[in-house]
């Protein structure tokens, strides 16, 4: 019955028959078995990471027991051939037209029609599972996925010539999406093309109003535009719609990161260029991995080289892993999928197409296991190499892995096993990973070093921009200096972007992008940095350890932020460190709550106080100024004190916390340490 209806996650969980009647899939824990599954819908998921799934707290007594007894009542619901058994795991077989977030995802990534996507919508994804953390982190991406449907939407409508309903559907859309610049271009293009030229001009003042009043920032270049060629009555008819049976030369993600204004990068890409250069008129293959820190564009760089080869001629796949990758679907079989659907199966011996059958049950039945996973693995990276082979024999392969680091042992397995069983095939491999991965794990650190040694297998530094690039990235931004910027954001191409949007305070987003870095490599290191943030922007690794109780502790954190590019050492003796990005302290200060800043502005004070530093008068100066923000917990320490009395705050003179490095800070205007203020 539940293969003639369909799942919807798009809201609360909800399955239906072929008459659209609701199917009771059971209570709470059964729901979140489904929903677990349907996050990865085709691919196996482990029993143990269900387990963690669904009892993410605590456990039954018998866990396997109990997922067992709510999968054989849904099986029994849903119809036996439904979720099926595979190894130490199960799989939801449900085709991706009957789910609702894969057309939905499918649509943004140009394999549908995103207005019929977006219709699917009925609230918050996974609605009724909340609180159930693999839904929260799902539910992140539909709604992005969403965004990204409603701007496509309005897109198609201008390029189908319907006006009118182009403006109409913007105007809905503005509702949920009201800062997004091409919803708004749409609603414009949509009324001027309607014959209403007065009513765009006042949509283009509009949205240039609500962002300057609301956010800071001006409107966009290609919306200014818009609103000139509106004025002088120049705007062009778009181009029509591609017909169905179009394929784009990129597949759709890295469509939608070549929408992103790209600078710099000259050196990275003249290497890519011969690289690509090498396996095409060699018919050989190679594999960059392309390293740095979350931001700093690696996939940004991936997708120039990729929209350069697509011009070339040259065959484009991407496969993209996540934080599930590692017990669902590799990478790479995602990107022969995506490319089967787009272009069809090329012609392979039934062995093959019946190996691939086993992760991609839409190519019929698969092929079955030996059991003998060795074998397996085996059987399925020469069935990946056949299609492989077939492809780059009409043209050469790039294939870009994005974020390789959540990408699991059997990923790592397949692309060596394909690499080294296939020397002749005109493949250039263009992969992405942080420079230190998440949970650095030792597993991950084993799998990067075999991957290596194999001769084929380069590496490729990604590092800031430098001010010319970050000047170009700015555009005609004439109240941002490029230096300035390069400098807070490290040349970050995503801290820059924050910048230009927020150039004087911390913005949201930003703030909680570091703060999930800091997270992911520990709670002690997320204290430890919280105190230094409260220091300054530079600061003496013993006065860390004298404001906080646990020294080891303190130790161990800062040498993992270090290695995870947080912290730089300022001296060959390692005794003082300073923030990478000014950007990266001032989320850190910005996240303590008011209380939590004045007390630890306190015991900073005493910390200096206890160091006896050799300059009395300094640190009495860095005492006051600590003291100014600590109120009632600054009743420790006194050798500032006389200071603040004097006038009831630090003198204008005094030195921020980093005098106590010996270099001031300017006193800036902002509630956070980012321009200079602590």
């Known amino acids: 019955m539940a293969r003639e209806g369909g799942f919807r996650v798009l809201g609360p969980l909800e399955v239906v028959d072929g008459n659209d009647t609701l199917i009771d899939v059971g209570g709470p824990r059964q729901r979140a078995v489904l929903a677990a599954l349907l996050t990865s819908p085709r691919a196996t998921v482990s029993t143990e990471s269900l387990i963690d799934a669904v009892w993410p707290h605590a456990l039954p007594l018998r866990p396997r027991r109990a997922l067992q007894s709510y999968l054989a009542r849904l099986r029994h619901r849903l119809g036996n051939d439904l979720i099926q058994r595979r190894g130490d795991g199960y799989a939801v077989l449900v085709e991706p037209e009957d789910l609702d977030a894969d057309l939905l995802v499918r649509a943004t990534a140009g394999e549908g029609n995103p207005c019929a996507a977006l219709d699917l919508w009925r609230g918050a994804p996974f609605q009724d599972l909340a609180h159930w953390p693999p839904a929260q982190a799902q539910s992140a991406r539909l709604v992005q996925s969403r965004a990204e449907a409603a701007a496509l939407c309005v897109e198609h409508d201008i390029r189908a010539s319907r006006f009118t309903q182009a403006a109409s559907r913007a105007r809905e859309l503005l509702i949920d999406h009201r800062y997004d610049e091409r919803i708004w271009s749409g609603l414009i293009q949509g009324l001027y093309h309607s014959g209403q030229q007065i009513d765009a001009l006042e949509a283009a003042r509009d949205v240039r109003q609500l962002l300057r009043g609301e956010l800071g920032v001006d409107v966009g270049p290609e919306l200014a ?29 890295l469509r939608r990161y070549g929408e992103r204004f790209f600078a710099g990068r000259e050196s990275e890409l003249a290497l890519l260029a011969q690289c690509w250069s090498d396996v095409t ?11 740095g820190e979350p931001g700093i564009g690696k996939t940004q760089l991936a997708t120039e080289l990729a929209r350069r080869v697509a011009g070339d001629g040259g065959l484009v796949l991407y496969g993209g892993a996540t934080v599930e990758t590692s017990s669902g ?4 079989i995602e990107a022969v999928r995506t490319q089967v659907r787009s272009i069809g199966m090329p012609d392979v011996s039934p062995r093959d197409r019946a190996v691939l059958a086993r992760l991609l049950p839409e190519l019929g039945d698969p092929a079955p296991a030996t059991g003998d996973s060795d074998v397996d693995r085996a059987d399925l990276a020469a069935s990946v190499a056949g299609v492989l082979s077939r492809w780059a024999g009409a043209k050469p392969l790039l294939v870009v892995l994005d974020d390789l680091h959540w990408a699991g042992r059997s990923t790592f397995s397949l692309v060596t096993s394909i690499l080294r069983a296939s020397p002749s095939l005109r493949m250039l491999v263009v992969a992405t990973m942080r420079d230190v991965p998440p949970d650095t794990s030792h ?21 800031g921009l430098d001010v010319p690039a970050v000047a170009a990235l700015l555009g005609e931004r004439s109240d941002l200096e490029p230096a300035e910027v390069a400098r807070r954001s490290g040349g970050s191409p995503l801290y820059v972007s924050y910048l230009i949007a927020c150039p004087h305070t911390s913005d949201h987003d930003i703030e909680a992008s570091i703060l999930a870095r800091v997270g992911r490599v520990g709670t002690g290191v997320a204290a430890a940095l919280r105190t230094a943030a409260v220091i300054g922007e530079r600061f003496p690794v013993g006065l860390l350890l004298e404001a906080m109780p646990d020294r080891a502790a303190v130790v161990d954190s800062l040498g993992r932020a270090e290695a995870a590019r947080l912290l730089d ?3 060959d003796c390692g005794q003082q460190l300073r923030f990478r990005h000014r950007v990266v302290r001032s989320a850190l200060y910005d996240s303590l709550s008011t209380t939590e800043r004045a007390r630890m502005h306190g015991a900073v004070a005493e910390a200096i106080e206890r160091r006896s530093e050799p300059d009395p008068g300094l640190a009495a100066g860095a005492i006051a100024w600590h003291l100014a923000r600590a109120g009632p917990f600054g009743d420790g320490s006194s050798r500032g004190r006389p200071a603040v009395a004097a006038n009831g705050r630090a003198p204008e003179h005094t030195a921020p916390p980093m005098s106590t490095t010996g270099e001031q800070e300017r006193p800036g205007r902002g509630r956070g340490p980012g321009d200079g203020s602590s």
């Open 281 to 291: 008129h060699t018919a050989s293959n190679r594999l960059v991995l392309l390293t």
């Open 443 to 463: 597993q991950l650190d084993e799998l990067i070093g075999d991957l290596l040694r194999l001769p084929m297998v380069s590496t490729l530094p990604v590092s």
């Open 225 to 253: 535009a818009l609103e000139t060629e509106v004025l002088r009555r120049t705007v062009a008819l778009p181009a029509p719609s591609a017909s169905v049976g179009d394929h784009p030369a990129l597949p759709g993600l």
């Open 569 to 571: 050492p300022v001296d």
């Open 329 to 332: 679907l590799s990478p790479l």
